[in-house]
């Protein structure tokens, strides 16, 4: 009697890609939230005629067009890490890791010294308010993905070939980028 032949591999289940997927959609939604919110209490601001950027406040522009560049990076170190991954390269998937996060310490830098900068407290009028309800979600993300990038460097290069966590760090940060860059647009441009 003759033994039946093995049937087909089953397909990927792809849970990491499509648990990256749905985070990104929420950050998205809860990023365009909080941006509607800003441009709502701008317009009120300004439709009573007051200044919606509270007198001697000045928002040091170079670190935040910086911080806007510096996400070319990420996403390129990020991409670095899966192109290193699908070919089994720990080395260099380990650097890419690295220096994603190193770029992503210096963007949290970059907007620290925009806060000191600014000399704005957290009560001091809605903008302030607003303001730092934005950037501090943002940074949320940021300390996020430096976790994330932690976690899959460990993950990686500790041995685990899994290839697919990799790529839904890369999509975390292709995310970031974009929502940085509309808050860019929104809060530091049209102020």
């Known amino acids: 009697m003759q033994a039946l032949e093995a ?16 985070a990104s959609v929420a950050m998205v939604m809860l990023t365009g939230g909080m941006l509607a919110v800003w441009s709502l209490q701008r317009r009120r601001t300004v439709d009573v005629g007051e200044v919606w950027l509270p007198e001697g406040v000045t928002i040091p522009e170079v670190p935040v067009n910086v911080t806007l560049l510096a996400f070319i990076g990420i996403c390129t170190f990020a991409q670095w890490a899966v192109y290193a991954a699908k070919r089994n390269d720990r080395g260099h998937a380990a650097f890419a890791l690295g220096v994603t996060v190193l770029t992503a310490v210096m963007v949290i830098n970059a907007q620290a010294f925009v806060y000191s900068e600014m000399g704005l407290g957290v009560g001091d009028g809605t903008y302030a308010a607003m303001f730092y309800a934005v950037t501090g979600m943002f940074m949320a993300l940021m300390a996020i993905g430096i976790v994330f990038s932690a976690v899959v460097a ?38």
Do not use: M
């Not at 591999?9 to 849970?15: D, E, F, I, L, S």
């Not at 697919?164 to 808050?183: D, K, P, Q, R, S």
């Open 7 to 22: 049937g087909p591999a089953p397909a990927p289940r792809r849970q990491l890609i499509v648990g990256s997927a749905l």
């Open 154 to 191: 460990f993950r990686f290069i500790g041995g685990r070939s899994d290839r697919e966590i990799v790529a839904a760090h890369a999509i975390y940060w292709y995310t970031v980028a974009a929502i940085f860059a509309a808050i860019w647009f929104v809060v530091y441009i049209t102020k």
